[in-house]
């Protein structure tokens, strides 16, 4: 019944042979081939379907490892009629090469023979009436299954899937199912996954997984979407020839890889914000932020913007680049509740010692009001070596020197360039840049430039200037007038040890005047 049903045009014959079989090898008999199996040679490298330990089935319907020549470029469907001797010895075969015909894939499962049969009895060991719910929830998965693995597949090897497919009925969820072929060379996998996380780019994970999971060299699939809130993909996945898959697959493995590529950034984001109270969240992240920063990172940016707390407050993030292709040493972020142009940002980030080399702004709507984050690729002057080097203290220096300067506590200058090399804060800047100054006023031959730029080329010096100033002066730091003098001593010693070595003979007075320069750090 099923081959005349094929020969009505429900397949498109490609080739015929006939072979015998002789001490378990298949002969082709001459003059039998006909199509793409005409000719008697091949019988060494072509794929015969020797049947298994037990295995008395007449009719096998599988796929050939060669892919058609014509139509559509799958692996051909392999029919073979056994033949057996009056001992149920298999004696020869019979083998039909071809594909399903687009009627065939139309045509209700309950009027093929053989897939009624296989329906019938499934449906039976469902447990379901026909006509009821569950009967028709489990008919209408037998219809709409993917009509090859029917046709493959036995009884035994659908049932479980079928009922398993029945059971998770219209849930947001992801399943896999794997069945190896009985010869090893191909695997069916069937994934269902939520509609809406259907994309080009899930799907191409989801073969990445599966060919390095099953072994694969290549992969056919099809795509089902419907109103179903599921989207089903059916995946063939052929082996290397030759080398046959062993044993049992780990498809919970799988399952667990291919959930973890379907996962949409929502519901990375959902998860990583777990921690959040609800008045904590109430985001609206951009397109194009979602596109460049992963969930984890938008918590993290999102715990930043809960702490503005002023309209003109802003809050800062120093971290190194998320991607390898990034250019840039560190990246600088700064979240505002008000905008700020580039060219305002630029004078404080390169007077601080570093280069802008790219801007990245984006928009979010934060519980109604506008969030305006700001993302500056910076190269510092010690490259990737410096960035290595990067530890939470810098970063807490250098993010209040440029909130000093930019809302004007502290000036941009030269001098600023010590937050960087000479390991100072704003404040202390403050009194480096006071100093000098009072130094121009009281009449030294250097300009403020000048001075500047002697430090900053002599960082540590400025440094050990500082630590000095704060020796003399700092009330709290001694209990006895006699440990401030010696530490003193001590400090300046040092200094006139570095001041030695120093290249320029016009810094040395500098910072000789700075050292022995006797004032208030309030100055």
Not at 105 to 119: F, G, H, Q
Not at 140 to 146: A, G, I, W
Not at 157 to 184: A, K, T
Not at 343 to 365: A, F, K
């Amino acid at each position: 019944d099923l081959l005349s049903w094929l020969a009505r045009d429900n397949f498109v014959f490609l080739g015929y042979r006939e072979y015998r079989v002789e001490q378990d090898h298949y002969r082709s008999v001459p003059g039998t081939g006909l199509g793409y199996l005409r000719g008697d040679d091949g019988d060494d490298t072509a794929f015969h379907a020797v049947p298994g330990p037990g295995e008395h089935e007449v009719l096998v319907f599988t796929k050939d490892s060669r892919r058609s020549p014509v139509q559509r470029p799958v692996y051909l469907d392999y029919i073979g009629v056994r033949l057996y001797d009056r001992r149920g010895r298999l004696t020869g075969e019979r083998r039909f090469l071809g594909l399903l015909s687009a009627s065939a894939y139309r045509e209700p499962v309950d009027r093929i023979p053989m897939l009624s049969a296989k329906a019938d009895q499934l449906l039976r060991a469902s447990g379901f009436a026909r006509q009821s719910h569950g009967g028709n929830v489990t008919w209408h998965v037998l219809s709409t299954y993917p009509r090859d693995e029917l046709f493959q597949a036995s009884a035994d090897e659908l049932q479980p899937i079928i009922s398993r497919v029945v059971e998770f009925e219209e849930r947001r969820l992801v399943r896999v199912f794997v069945r190896r072929e009985r010869h090893g060379r191909f695997f069916s996998c069937l994934v269902y996954l939520p509609r809406d996380r259907h994309t080009t780019r899930v799907r191409l994970r989801i073969q990445e997984i599966l060919l390095a999971g099953l072994g694969g060299e290549s992969l056919e699939y099809q795509t089902s979407v419907s109103e179903s809130i599921l989207a089903r993909l059916f995946f063939v996945v052929k082996r290397p020839d030759g080398d046959p898959a062993p044993g049992d697959v780990d498809v919970l493995a799988l399952q667990h890889q291919i959930a973890e590529a379907t996962r949409s950034w929502d519901d990375e984001f959902e998860e990583a914000a777990r921690g959040l109270a609800s008045e904590e969240r109430g985001v609206e992240f951009s397109d194009a932020y979602t596109e460049e920063f992963p969930a984890s990172v938008a918590v993290a940016d999102l715990r930043l913007a809960n702490g503005l707390t002023s309209d003109d407050g802003f809050v800062y993030n120093v971290y190194r680049p998320l991607w390898e292709s990034d250019p840039a040493d560190l990246r600088f972020k700064v979240l505002a509740f008000t905008q700020m142009s580039l060219t305002d940002v630029m004078p404080h980030l390169s007077l601080l010692g570093v280069e802008v080399i790219d801007e990245r702004p984006y928009e979010w709507d934060l519980r109604g009001r506008k969030v305006f984050l700001y993302d500056f690729g910076l190269r510092l002057a010690g490259g990737a070596a410096a960035a290595q080097a990067w530890n939470p203290e810098l970063e807490a220096r250098f993010i209040d020197a440029f909130d000093a300067t930019y809302h004007g506590r502290a000036e941009s200058g030269r001098f600023n360039r010590l937050v960087m090399t000479g390991g100072l804060t704003w404040q202390e800047i403050v009194w480096l840049r006071s100093i000098s100054r009072y130094l121009i006023q009281a009449g030294v031959p250097f300009s403020q430039t000048y001075i500047a730029s002697a430090l900053t080329e002599n960082a540590p010096i400025a440094t050990a200037l500082v630590a000095a100033f704060r020796a003399k002066f700092e009330p709290a730091l001694f209990g006895h007038e006699d440990e401030r003098r010696a530490a003193v001593a001590v400090a300046f010693a040092g200094i006139e040890e570095q001041l030695a070595g120093v290249a320029s003979l016009d810094q040395d007075p500098v910072s000789y005047t700075h050292l022995t320069l006797p004032t208030n750090r309030e100055v």
